[in-house]
């Protein structure tokens, strides 16, 4: 590396660099450049639809129930004579909202809890992660729908089941990196000086989780899509008249002779962004280097 | 060996207590009222103080507890408050078909799982790996109502071949359900196929970077004896635990497709329960699929020991 | 195939590159070698030099993105890079034979070592199975390994490390190869065992007459012991080949005469000799200067090292890459590097106790499992360290060396508070120093810093050098710092790193540079003791050389009194006042350094100094025989811990009971064994002497 050219460099710039880096790297392969797309335009969608919808999502266009798609109706209309474009645009906000901030609480807790947990050690953790393992015992669709049959269905209880099933698989994501971590010279040395405890925790380690908590925030992502769209379905998550997409294919698939296009719009719309951001999760594996043990 | 297993055995008998009580916790005392929760907010005070009557709900927290893990023990699982019948037999008979679905699952997407993951393994980054692993990627990202949806229209209505609900008699043996069940099956496999056919082409990618395949190699051994001699010997290792984690996959996947082609499997009775807010029936199934669950793991475990000399011969 | 004339192997102007995205890098540039029938060849070189590559191109495993760009390599009367895939296996395991480095991870984890041995015979030889297995055993004797019944059945799991390679060297050797390739066959292992293994591959080179040997490695110091012929690679080009007694007496290239004045020589001391460290770096393959790779570094330097050298034919099967050779060889030019500029402290009068460890024990306590409590077992207790006393005298250097086991770090990590001792005090400049770190007070993490071992965990990747630096001279400086961002410009330029590092990210510094780094971050705070453990250990010797001396300018200028931990004795004898030897959590003999080399010597000192090889292929050395591998701490021997390997073991008295003390009046050396003083004076000999030449190296 030029010696001169580096001693001009202002550290900052070298640390954006690295998002930098991870971000060209994203878009040079086709495939996770394609799920970086659909990903953006599933987001702007969700921020912008209620502008750029058609239609309201329940809005019934009098003496237009079950026409086929059109330019009025790019996805027609469903048996009601709703505009299924509109309730597809609309429903990415739906999803968005509800996996999107549903793995954010799990992620934050996670952290959280998986620093603490991973760096304290002892007794705290051994609770902590018995508890988990206990949790874990139940595989995480039987735990949401537990959670739901105690709940009763609703928005609120599909966000608190998002959060409740994934904090512990983050957490635990997270504390064996921290393990790996604290070990580590350059954290032992920190310790040796007597750094504080909040200094150990969100400087010394903090950082280096990052690589796998971004794939782990993507995949958990992509799941919480896929539980929030299975549980509409199932007819135990958002109730009705929702535009969730999953309750949409349900409604849909009562009249798929009539109204084929109200079940392959929202179905497609789903399986685009889950696989949209799988595509994204997977080539971020590789590129941040996470660990065999780690890849699951 | 013997040691391991017992050290499993405890860790897993305290996890089934904690997760029991988890359980219990969540359907006892977190929805507040639970005998307004089960008959309705419209039942009479009669009836809601029946229900407190017979599930104990004016005892402490703790005697309820040891009062239903003893019931769940002696196999006395009470009343489903929707259906008025015994809880028993009813999980039973729908255990009985979700098995069957399971199995069959199993038999076709595990063999062929390992098969594409070694495939596209050993030629990473070549076009058979980029094909399986775009394939597997959005197979997984596929809902398994989707898939089956689409199975439906194509081989049930289109083609014909296969029922597109699924409903066997409750005494159909197993070859006599056997076509009702492909379809379903094939569904549920989708998922757990491109998901351990991952796992194992990156087992056996990391595999091939190990020194002692070089140390094979350069002993001038043809590649196919490398492969099948050194290299998957290591890699399939991983799979067998694997298998246990396929295991929870299979339990969330055989809900929904249960539900997609109406089959009478612990599934749709799950879903059913939720819907009632049935807590008894749910309890019950949920303790159910857990048991199956933990022993599943602790069977792969103890295979995953016996294969692996480290852990067989160690001390 | 071999019986031909000409050389066995026969490399010529060989280039060998890598493929990164658009570029294409030179790993092996322009090298021509040739190795005759039963000739050992050593190939030395630090990282990057290309060794590794050149061997498997010779090998033709490359990895995917490598290929030759140019030469040839012959083998026999053929050429490598034509054999069909079919004949290469033929030569694999049969004509070429590979013994890795790291036998644990170059060995099937989970298929026994007999099966393993067996495999190659059945293909090469055709043998049944039956048949195969008993000559892979046989094998196994060969390399005495005994009980080769049981070695046949283990996996590898259940064998040492040392045994391990044992095996390998059992199976490359099997089917008789007329090429043996050796790829640092010891880097793992510990200097007892390492000794153990380059005796096996001496007197197998002596007692083979066919096998050549080709032997890759870092240090000068093994191949000095082994082989005829000894090539010197740097960044990619062969710089030097020659026989190795005229090697090392006279290098022809500057490379090679800074290479060997940069190791300690074992029973030099700081106050005799001085380290010449290379200056600069080692260029990676994308920033080699144009012509000669080593003229940046070079004190020879002129306008015709512009032009990149030829490979000079200088005589007396001699050739070096150097324009000016001939002025070398005739004594004209000195190639040295200049001795570095610094202040030599006279090995300075006890002036009073820095730190005083007393009897300091940590035992770790393993939990039965249930089962075991069943039976009525408890649990087993690890004696990692097991009642240690040392004095750090202020100002002064300690040296503790230790195999791996020996507890050496344990105690370390004691005395920092990493680990929390089981029992005895530690005094540190006359405060008592609490068990765990967080009980401990500000003076005392300010006074007492740590240096580790791995420089690519030394710093933390996400944390700039100069944050990292910043904080402890903010948080533990005991005067009041006005510009803190000043004081770590000095600290850098302290550890000869310019003041622009601060800006830096870890992951822009090379391993020497992070060490370094490492080294400012510790002495930011002025402490008066200094914890190095094994600091030098896994970087280059030029890198070493000019570390070590680094230390030693920072300890003199800040009076820091310096614990320096290491499993080298020739560095640790180098650098230190005093050495303690530690073997199973225990004291073996503690000693000035400069009475370490003299005769009495600890039993186990005497075996560890045995081991040591010498720089100088002429020296002589005793050779002391170990018996087994070390034992574990959670089953430690009675009596004298080191009575299971000693092989000056009395009898039972060593089992029964604790040695004594033993030491003479006014100090020097003591140590802890039932042979009395006198008499081991009486049997033991100086343990290595150098050759008239080797001693001015």
Known sequence: ?296 | MWRYFLRRLGFLLLTLVVTSIIIFLVTRWLPGDVARVILGREAGEAAVAQVREELGLDDPLPVQYVDWVRGFVVGEWGLSYSTRTEILPLVTQRLRNSLMLAVVTLVLAVPLAVGLGVLAGLNEDRWVDSLISVASLSVVGLPEFVTGLILIQVFAFGFGLFPATSLISPDAGFFEALPSLILPAVTAMLVLLAYIARLVRSGVIEELKQPYVRTAALKGLPYRTVVVRHVLRNALLPAVTVLAISIGWLVSGLIVVENVFNYPGMGRLFIFAVDRRDLPLIQALTMVTVLIFAFANLLADMAYALLNPQIRLGE | ?697
């Not at chain 3, 324009?323 to 005739?330: K, L, Q, V």
Request: aromatic share 6%; with cysteine; proline share 7%.
């Open chain 1, 1 to 296: 590396m030029g010696e001169v050219a580096s001693q001009q460099v202002d550290a900052q710039p070298a640390r954006t660099g690295r998002l930098l880096r991870v971000l060209k790297q994203l878009l040079r392969d086709p495939a996770s450049a394609l799920g970086s797309a659909i990903f953006v335009i599933f987001f702007i969608v969700a921020l912008i639809g209620p502008w750029i919808a058609p239609y309201g999502a329940n809005e019934q266009i009098p003496g237009s129930a079950r026409q086929a798609p059109s330019i009025e109706h790019p996805f027609g209309t469903d048996i009601l004579g709703r505009d299924v474009f509109s309730r597809v645009l609309l429903g990415a906000r739906d999803v968005l909202t509800l996996a999107g901030v549903g793995t954010l609480v799990a992620v934050i807790a996670g952290t959280i809890i998986g620093l603490v947990s991973g760096y304290q050690g002892g007794w705290l953790d051994e609770v902590i992660m018995r508890l988990f393992d206990s949790l874990l015992a139940l595989p995480a669709f039987l735990l949401a729908l537990l959670l739901l049959g105690s709940l009763g269905p609703s928005r609120n209880s599909v966000l608190l089941v998002i959060a409740v099933v994934y904090t512990p698989i983050v957490a635990r994501v997270i504390r064996s990196v921290v393990l790996g971590v604290k070990t580590r010279g350059y954290v032992e040395a920190a310790r040796v000086q007597g750094e504080t405890y909040p200094h150990m925790l969100f400087r010394e380690i903090f950082p280096s989780t990052l690589p796998a908590l971004a794939v782990e925030a993507a995949l958990r992502f992509s799941y919480a899509i896929f539980l929030v769209a299975s549980l509409g379905f199932l007819g135990v998550g958002v109730q009705p008249p929702s535009p969730d997409w999953g309750l949409m294919v349900q409604e849909g698939r009562a009249n798929v002779t009539q109204t084929p296009w109200a079940l392959i719009a929202p179905a497609a719309a789903i399986a685009i962004v889950v696989i949209g951001v799988n595509l994204v999760s997977d080539r971020l594996k590789s590129i941040l280097q996470i660990p065999a043990e780690l890849r699951r």
């Open chain 3, 1 to 697: 195939m071999v019986n031909h004339n000409g050389p066995l192997l026969d490399i010529d102007d060989l280039t060998v590159g890598y493929r990164q995205g658009e570029r294409r890098l030179e790993a092996v540039r322009h090298v021509s070698l040739r190795i005759w029938p039963g000739q050992s060849v050593g190939i030395v070189g630090e990282s990057g030099s290309g060794k590794t590559t050149l061997a498997m191109a010779v090998m033709r495993y490359l990895p995917p993105e490598g290929q030759i760009l140019s030469g040839t390599i012959r083998f026999g009367d053929r050429e490598v890079q034509d054999l069909s895939d079919r004949d290469m296996r033929d030569l694999w395991g049969g004509q070429i034979a590979l013994v890795p480095q790291g036998a644990r991870s170059a060995l099937n984890p989970s298929m026994r070592l007999g099966d393993q041995a067996a495999e190659i015979l059945r293909y090469h030889r055709g043998l049944s199975r039956k048949a195969a297995h008993e000559q892979a055993r046989a094998s196994f004797e060969r390399v005495q390994l005994g009980d080769p019944e049981r070695i046949a059945r283990a996996y590898p799991h259940q064998l040492s490390g040392g045994m391990l390679q044992r095996v390998l060297i059992a199976m490359a050797l099997s089917t008789e190869p007329a090429l043996l390739v050796l790829d640092e066959p010891t880097s793992s292992l510990d200097v007892t065992t390492q000794a153990e293994i380059l005796k096996l591959v001496r007197d197998l080179i002596r007692g083979e007459q066919h096998t050549a040997v080709l032997y890759i490695t870092h240090n000068l110091s093994v191949v000095a012991q082994l082989c005829d012929r000894v090539a010197v690679m740097y960044a990619g080009d062969l710089v030097e080949d020659a026989g190795t007694r005229p090697l090392y007496r006279q290098p022809l290239h500057p490379y090679t005469r800074g290479l060997l004045d940069c190791v300690p020589v074992l029973g030099t001391t700081k106050h005799e000799v001085d380290l010449r460290p290379i200056d600069g770096q080692i260029p990676g393959p994308e920033s080699r200067p144009q012509g000669c790779v080593f003229r940046p570094r070079c004190p020879l330097a002129i306008d015709v090292c512009e032009t990149y050298p030829p490979l000079y034919d200088a005589g007396e099967e001699r050739r070096s890459r150097c324009h000016r050779w001939e002025g070398i060889r005739a004594g004209e030019l000195d190639p040295a590097q200049p001795v570095p500029a610094r202040e030599r402290t006279p090995p300075g009068e006890r002036a009073g106790t820095a730190l005083d460890v007393k009897d300091i024990s940590v035992h770790f306590f393993e939990r039965a499992s249930l089962p075991q409590r069943l039976r009525g077992e408890r649990g087993t207790v690890v004696r990692a360290v097991d009642g240690v006393s040392l004095t750090l005298g202020k100002g002064r250097t300690l040296g503790l060396v230790g195999e791996s086991g020996s507890g050496k770090t344990t105690l370390a990590r004691a005395i920092i508070g990493l680990v929390a001792r089981t029992s005895g005090t530690i005094e540190f400049l006359d405060m008592a120093v609490p068990p765990k770190l967080a009980g401990r007070s500000r003076d005392i993490y300010s006074a007492l810093q740590v240096v580790f071992q791995d420089p690519t965990d030394a710093l933390n990747p996400f944390i700039g050098v100069g944050e990292a630096l910043r904080r402890p001279v903010q948080r533990l400086r005991t005067e009041k710092v006005d510009d803190a961002d000043q004081v770590v410009a000095a600290l850098l330029e302290s550890v000869d790193l310019s003041p622009s590092y601060a800006l830096r990210l870890p992951d822009e510094l090379s391993g020497g540079e992070k060490q370094r780094v490492a080294v400012a971050r510790a002495f930011a705070p002025n402490p008066a003791v200094l914890l190095a453990d094994e600091p030098v250990s896994s970087l280059d010797v030029s890198v070493q050389a000019s570390l070590l001396n680094l230390l030693d300018q920072l300890q003199t200028e800040h009076g820091t009194a310096i614990l320096f931990i290491s499993h080298d004795v020739a560095v640790v004898g180098y650098l230190a006042d005093d050495i303690a030897v530690i073997y199973l959590g225990e004291l073996m003999e503690v000693s000035p350094a400069s009475a370490l080399f003299d005769p009495p010597y600890h039993p186990y000192t005497e075996a560890l100094l045995a081991s040591v090889p010498l720089l100088d292929p002429d020296a002589e050395q005793r050779e002391v025989q170990l018996k087994g591998d070390i034992p574990s701490p959670s089953a430690k021997p009675s009596g004298c811990p080191f009575h299971t390997r000693c092989p000056r073991f009395l009898g039972d008295i060593c089992v029964e009971q604790r040695p004594p003390w033993r030491e003479r009046e006014g100090g020097g050396k003591r140590y802890f064994c039932h042979i009395a003083w006198d008499d081991l004076v009486r049997q033991q000999e100086r343990i290595f002497r150098f050759s008239e030449t080797g001693k001015e190296v």
